[in-house]
């Protein structure tokens, strides 16, 4: 457990209210349940029952002779093979709820984004022409689908990577077949007595987790865009102050934005206003957790309550009705701390139910009549609520960049394009850019790492994007705002003032990683930068991870060509060999490295020298932190500090 625990200060006092109320939060809970040290390294086998066997102190094989070096990337590949159908069956469900539109079976969605769904028909060979929305929604939705139960040939979208990277992976024979069948293989191989080479399991690694980077997430990235909206800049705000004393409380936790978009026209709905108002509220006041939360802010500018570890806290402040939730990253825990209070948990995915909590499955042909249930579920438990407690922290926040975005506000409708930002690395004004991402895990402090790597990065010119986790605590830091430049190098301010952006870019939620990989295709094809996304100076960084989805997410990052490094600690640290394998190994391979470095000061170093290392092999200037002070001509005085910022968002009356 880190010394400290948080530096969020409304974290900070719900976590005293807590503790002070004998509530057990995830907090807690670290203090007291140490990591199993032999789990911790990867060196535990229980891949059957002849152990589970601890390889440790003199133990160095398994009951089967299974090698250290064995059951560590039996491990590794387990969970990124796990993190990997996660994100794909996220991607089947949207393509389940696209062709329910377009069979008119889910009557309370449209198809809002036309332009994003023929995008999306090209890359999967549909026709377009001459067709209606209907049509392109059916054929979409089927040909997705058939892209997870492919058993031959390559995932479609495989060819969107630059043609250099596809050679590689077909060379390494990692491109992926069917999203489904990369999961399957990766559990089959690592049985007891089946794939048994360290080596040889860690390129399936690769893989399982290109079907997901190029498969499984794009693809609930795009449906999710075209079903809901393409992401275009939105501000609105976040932490604890954003819950309404007088207003019925809603939160929306977990990953998909299905409900959550119903739920959004439930809130105005003038019949159950008027019911919250027999009630005795002003309001219903809707707002999201982790990525469902991201999910609403970046389309909608729903504000957001907070991360992984503010989940259960939220619910401690006594201010919650009721939080709806549908998979993904729902700690158990929340139930229980729920139970101290009035707060009803709902479930409403087919796959999810958690003992205690209320039960209503979603149905996409009922979509808005279930919503509208929910609320009022939430509007019937409002008069419950007693000795609510809600910190007065709230901040700004602007968010919702897609790849779309980011080439239009490069030169507009008929000019967009990437050619500045690659002109903007090349002359050194940015010096790279970095993707720092993932989760919250209480064995560092919280928000900790996630903020000083994005600070130090941001001084240093290098242009952050961020999602999940990491982009929830940048938006409680006021790094998502255009006005605090006060962290930004001289370089990097200057391109950002100039084009109206925040220095740290909210791309949205963990499947929106996918958004990342598109950006780096168009920065490796514009030109000027090499040819491949590993010539490019750019990294990718989770400083918090936990979640298996994480280190998949890390592995086809790594498989696209860009360099990660992740914080906290090793899931291999027991073996050197894996340990160089991903590394050194998959450098070799495929031009990119993944590293475990629990010290962010040395996160920030390797990061940089990577960057400076990628512009030196490309033959790009020096970067120089001070080429630029001249021409930022927009000196500290002239735009809001970071504690002015502060200052004013440290308030709710102010917003
Ligand atoms: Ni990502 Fe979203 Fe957060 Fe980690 Fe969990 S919410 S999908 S896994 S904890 S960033």
Not at 8 to 26: C, F, N, Q, R, Y
Not at 368 to 388: L, T, W
Not at 603 to 616: G, M, S, T
Request: with cysteine; hydrophobic share 40%; charged share 20%.
């Amino acid at each position: 457990m880190a010394e400290r625990k948080t530096i969020d200060p409304a974290v900070i006092e719900i976590l005293a209210k807590a503790e002070a109320e004998g509530i057990s939060t995830a907090f807690k809970r670290a203090e007291t349940t140490k990591p199993c040290p032999i789990g911790h390294e990867g060196n535990c086998c229980s891949n059957c029952f002849m152990g589970p066997c601890r390889l440790t102190g003199k133990t160095t094989v398994g009951v089967c002779g299974a090698t250290k070096e064995t059951v560590s990337a039996r491990n590794l590949a387990r969970h990124i093979a796990a993190g990997a159908a996660a994100h794909g069956d996220h991607g089947r469900n949207m393509a389940f709820t696209l062709l329910a539109v377009a069979q008119g079976k889910a009557p309370d969605y449209k198809i809002k984004d036309e332009k994003k769904l023929r995008k999306i028909a090209r890359f999967l060979n549909v026709p377009v022409d001459g067709r209606t929305t209907e049509e392109l929604a059916l054929d979409v939705g089927t040909v997705a689908l058939s892209e997870f139960g492919r058993q031959e040939g390559e995932l479609l979208y495989v060819r969107r990577a630059p043609v250099k990277r596809q050679q590689i992976w077909r060379q390494l024979g990692i491109t992926p077949r069917g999203v489904d069948r990369e999961v399957v293989e990766t559990m089959h191989r690592t049985n007891m007595g089946t794939d048994q080479d360290a080596e040889h399991l860690m390129l399936q690694s690769l893989r399982v987790a290109l079907s997901d980077g190029w498969g499984g997430s794009m693809l609930a990235t795009d449906i999710s865009d075209a079903l809901f909206g393409t992401l275009a800049p939105v501000a609105t705000r976040s932490n604890f102050g954003i819950l309404k004393e007088n207003e019925v409380n809603i939160s929306v936790h977990g990953h998909e934005p299905t409900l959550a978009e119903m739920l959004v026209v439930a809130v105005s709905d003038p019949e159950l206003l008027d019911y919250a108002k027999s009630k005795g509220a002003e309001g219903i006041n809707l707002m999201g957790m982790c990525c469902s939360g991201n999910e609403l802010l970046v389309r909608h500018g729903i504000p957001i309550v907070g991360n992984l570890l503010q989940t259960d806290l939220a619910i401690a402040t006594g201010a919650i009705e009721l939080v709806v939730v549908d998979y993904q990253c729902i700690m158990q825990g929340l139930q229980s701390v729920a139970e101290h209070f009035h707060t009803k948990i709902v479930t409403t995915s087919p796959k999810v139910k958690i003992t205690g909590a209320t039960h209503v499955e979603f149905e996409d042909h009922n979509a808005y009549e279930i919503a509208k249930q929910i609320v009022r579920m939430a509007i019937d438990n409002y008069p419950n609520r007693k000795g609510a407690y809600i910190p007065d922290i709230v901040d700004h926040v602007v968010a919702g960049f897609s790849h779309e975005y980011i080439a239009y506000m490069q030169g507009g409708t008929y000019r967009e394009s990437f050619r500045p930002l690659n002109d903007n690395i090349m002359n050194g004004r940015i010096r790279g850019a970095a993707g720092v991402v993932g989760c919250n895990n209480p064995r560092v402090t919280h928000d900790d790492p996630h903020i000083e790597i994005v600070k130090e990065l941001i001084r240093n010119d290098v242009l952050v994007v961020t999602t999940g986790c990491n982009a929830i605590a940048c938006a409680k830091q006021g790094l998502l705002t255009p006005e605090v430049m006060d962290y930004a190098g001289p370089g990097l301010r200057e391109v950002c003032q100039v084009i109206g952006i925040p220095p740290v870019l909210h791309m949205g939620s963990c499947v929106d990683n996918s958004r990342i990989l598109t950006v780096l295709t168009q920065c490796a094809t514009e030109g000027g930068l090499g040819e491949d996304i590993s010539d490019l100076p750019v990294a990718g960084v989770a400083p918090e991870w936990m979640s298996e989805k994480a280190l998949c997410i890390g592995a086809y990052c790594v498989a696209s060509g860009v360099h990660t490094i992740f914080g906290v600690g090793s899931p291999v640290g027991g073996s050197q060999e894996v340990t160089r394998l991903i590394n050194e190994g998959w450098t070799e391979k495929v031009g990119a490295g993944l590293e475990f470095e629990p010290d962010w000061h040395k996160i920030v170093e390797k990061v940089l020298a990577h960057i400076d290392a990628k512009r030196r092999a490309l033959k790009l200037e020096e970067y120089s932190p001070t080429r630029y002070v001249k021409s930022a001509t927009y000196s500290p005085g002239d735009y809001l500090s970071f504690e002015e910022f502060k200052r004013g968002s440290y308030s709710r009356a102010s917003l």
